[in-house]
Antibody, heavy 121, light 107 residues
Framework: QVQLVESGGGVVQPGKSLRLSCAASGFTLSSNAMHWVRQAPGKGLEWVAIIWYDGSNEYYADSVKGRFTISRDNSKNTLYLQMNSLRAEDTAVYYC??????????????WGQGTLVTVSS | DIQMTQSPSSLSASVGDRVTITCRASQSISRYLNWYQQKPGKAPKLLIYTASSLQSGVPSRFSGSGSGTDFTLTISSLQPEDFATYYCQQTYSTPPTFGGGTKVEIK
């Protein structure tokens, strides 16, 4: 079954760190660029970051640049998002999504179910 | 960044109605426009890519059109399972931005 499954969400205090994982199954992760997209409660979709199929390039939204790091381990078929210096405004459901292309900017054809990150003291 | 503006932000419609949602880009994006459907508590689902190509498995009552800055998503005959929020997205340039969403509700 072709799917993405996120994990690692939870409640964390402001200023702390959290790492999200996204495990791919039913396909080879190394064939596609991958994204993280988030959705704050009751709000719309916000793109967070992209990593190319081979991990050679990454790009970030201005809102997370310098605090979040996207990475991938193609041997484990897994995508990651390291989130540091978390703020209340980072509270959201985080989705990983597969890009149809290898370097992004195509379309997001497969999404995980999402994992909730709550930043609160 | 390219701004994507959807209208309306919400609409009420009946089963069987023809529904049209529009999306406008702040600059020309050629046909690099995608549409997603999201139901409450679920992940978004790809409906249309490159403005008018129907994703595999998506019913043919969904269609997309447009190029440049103006795009539309049309549902030819609204079905009960189509009540959801719809988002457009540009992938012309990084960051790939989304519209604010259009919530389609039951009249």
């Amino acid at each position: 079954q072709v799917q993405l499954v996120e994990s690692g969400g939870g409640v964390v205090q402001p200023g702390k760190s959290l790492r999200l994982s996204c495990a791919a199954s039913g396909f080879t992760l190394s064939s596609n660029a991958m994204h993280w997209v988030r959705q704050a409660p009751g709000k719309g979709l916000e793109w967070v970051a992209i990593i190319w199929y081979d991990g050679s390039n990454e790009y970030y939204a201005d809102s997370v640049k310098g605090r979040f790091t996207i990475s991938r381990d193609n041997s484990k078929n897994t995508l990651y998002l390291q989130m540091n210096s978390l703020r209340a405004e980072d509270t959201a459901v985080y989705y990983c999504a597969r890009d149809e292309g290898t370097v992004g900017l195509e379309w997001f054809d497969l999404w995980g179910q999402g994992t909730l990150v709550t930043v609160s003291s | 960044d390219i701004q994507m503006t959807q209208s309306p932000s919400s609409l009420s419609a009946s089963v069987g109605d023809r529904v049209t949602i529009t999306c406008r880009a702040s600059q020309s994006i050629s046909r690099y426009l995608n549409w997603y459907q999201q139901k409450p508590g679920k992940a978004p689902k790809l409906l249309i890519y490159t403005a008018s190509s129907l994703q595999s498995g998506v019913p043919s009552r969904f269609s997309g059109s447009g190029s440049g800055t103006d795009f539309t998503l049309t549902i030819s005959s609204l079905q009960p399972e189509d009540f959801a929020t719809y988002y457009c997205q540009q992938t012309y340039s990084t960051p790939p931005t989304f519209g604010g969403g259009t919530k389609v509700e039951i009249k």
